[in-house]
T-cell receptor, first 113, second 113 residues
Framework: AQTVTQSQPEMSVQEAETVTLSCTYDTSENNYYLFWYKQPPSRQMILVIRQEAYKQQNATENRFSVNFQKAAKSFSLKISDSQLGDTAMYFC??????????FGAGTRLTVKP | DAGVIQSPRHEVTEMGQEVTLRCKPISGHDYLFWYRQTMMRGLELLIY????????DSGMPEDRFSAKMPNASFSTLKIQPSEPRDSAVYFC???????????FGPGTRLTVL
């Protein structure tokens, strides 16, 4: 079974600074997909970024980028120029080809003014 | 375009009562997922459908839970009888085939007294 581990329950960062959230996963599959979702206090789950395992190039989306290390089974999220609106829970998620998605326990990020 | 719609947003009921949660996926999406989120267990996949057919219900906690998808635009998750430990936020999500990301609804916060 696939597992997703987020080892940082809570993190904080100063506004405009950069922060990196960690995620590791365990799988025996070769084809899969990785995601970072954001859950603000509104409770809405919002997709931040996704990565296909077959792609070597790291995904980027504006201020958000990932460091995907397939051999190490690591998928970290970097947020540059942090903004107050980035304050939220961040979930790392793994999805296999059977659409079975597993989420990590989440990292609570607080951006301080 | 409207996103995934869930109703009700909040539900408070008493132990032993039947509870029905409703979901309308994004038009054209062929996958529909039901998740449960609790502090103790995080986000768990309960069941998912492809083209209205249940594919994997291994996450459904017990026989008190059932889900249906009578057509492409509507799904229900029913709990009968409800118990206090069922209190959680229930999310519905939909996606468009392949490896596309899942779009989440706003969730239903269920409280069973």
């Amino acid at each position: 079974a696939q597992t997703v581990t987020q080892s940082q329950p809570e993190m904080s960062v100063q506004e405009a600074e950069t922060v990196t959230l960690s995620c590791t996963y365990d799988t025996s599959e070769n084809n899969y997909y990785l995601f970072w979702y954001k859950q603000p206090p509104s409770r809405q789950m919002i997709l931040v970024i996704r990565q296909e395992a077959y792609k070597q190039q790291n995904a980027t989306e504006n201020r958000f980028s990932v460091n995907f290390q397939k051999a190490a089974k690591s998928f970290s999220l970097k947020i540059s120029d942090s903004q107050l609106g980035d304050t939220a829970m961040y979930f790392c998620a793994f999805m296999n080809t059977m659409k079975d998605m597993r989420f990590g326990a989440g990292t609570r990020l607080t951006v301080k003014p | 375009d409207a996103g995934v719609i869930q109703s009700p947003r909040h539900e408070v009921t008493e132990m032993g009562q039947e509870v029905t949660l409703r979901c309308k996926p994004i038009s054209g999406h062929d996958y529909l997922f039901w998740y449960r989120q609790t502090m103790m267990r995080g986000l768990e996949l309960l069941i998912y459908f492809n083209n209205n057919v249940p594919i994997d219900d291994s996450g459904m906690p017990e026989d008190r839970f059932s889900a249906k998808m009578p057509n492409a635009s509507f799904s229900t998750l029913k709990i009968q009888p409800s118990e206090p430990r069922d209190s959680a936020v229930y999310f519905c999500a939909s996606s468009l085939g392949g490896a596309f990301e899942q779009f989440f609804g706003p969730g239903t916060r269920l409280t069973v007294l």
